[in-house]
Antibody, heavy 119, light 107 residues
Framework: EVQLVESGGGLVQPGRSMKLSCAAS????????MAWVCQAPKKGLEWVAT????????YYRDSVKGRFTISRDNAKSTLYLQMDSLRSEDTATYYC????????????WGQGVMVTVSS | DIQMTQSPASLSASLGETVTIECRAS??????LAWYQQKPGKSPQLLIY???SLHTGVPSRFSGSGSGTQYSLKINSLQSEDVASYFC?????????FGGGTKLELK
């Protein structure tokens, strides 16, 4: 069974940093691209970033470029999102998702972790 | 960026009814279109990919259609467990973008 379990969320002050983790199991992690998707309270979904199966390629939405870094440790089957210079508008639930390829977007999602940016 | 416009924003339907949700892209997305279901307090679940391919384990009462810039999700014979929000998503080009969502309730 595919499982994605996020951790690392919480309350953080504007301008500070936070690192999210996503532990994967039930599939061969290093065969799949992975992604982060966020959802602000009572709002819709926004794609944040994607990393290729081997970590060689990364893609970001414009609003997080230069502030967020997606990475992965295939030996630990873990995906990360380093979030720096956090802003109030980054407040959201962050989901990690498996991204099988160009024909299938996000086929499995984690349960999500809440990040609140507030002073 | 490709804009995804989803309609209606909310929908009320009766058990057993057929429901259709529409999604319009701001440019041709060549069937790079997915539909997700999200129940309150839960993460999204993939229903449809490639505009009309049913994801593993999804009931056959769900179907997707469309091409170019116009796509739709149809739910036949609405069940109580289908009460949820539904989102379309284009993955033809980065940044991947979602529609604003449709909240489906029982009448």
């Amino acid at each position: 069974e595919v499982q994605l379990v996020e951790s690392g969320g919480g309350l953080v002050q504007p301008g500070r940093s936070m690192k999210l983790s996503c532990a994967a199991s039930g599939f061969t992690f290093n065969n799949y691209d992975m992604a982060w998707v966020c959802q602000a309270p009572k709002k819709g979904l926004e794609w944040v970033a994607t990393i290729s199966y081997d970590g060689s390629s990364t893609y970001y939405r414009d609003s997080v470029k230069g502030r967020f870094t997606i990475s992965r440790d295939n030996a630990k089957s873990t995906l990360y999102l380093q979030m720096d210079s956090l802003r109030s508008e980054d407040t959201a639930t962050y989901y990690c998702a498996r991204a099988p390829g160009t024909t299938v977007p996000f086929d499995y999602w984690g349960q999500g972790v809440m990040v609140t940016v507030s002073s | 960026d490709i804009q995804m416009t989803q309609s209606p924003a909310s929908l009320s339907a009766s058990l057993g009814e057929t429901v259709t949700i529409e999604c319009r892209a701001s440019e041709d997305i060549y069937n790079g279109l997915a539909w997700y279901q999200q129940k309150p307090g839960k993460s999204p679940q993939l229903l449809i990919y490639n505009a009309n391919s049913l994801h593993t384990g999804v009931p056959s009462r769900f179907s997707g259609s469309g091409s170019g810039t116009q796509y739709s999700l149809k739910i036949n014979s609405l069940q109580s467990e289908d009460v949820a929000s539904y989102f379309c998503q284009q993955y033809y080009d980065y940044p991947w973008t979602f529609g604003g969502g449709t909240k489906l309730e029982l009448k």
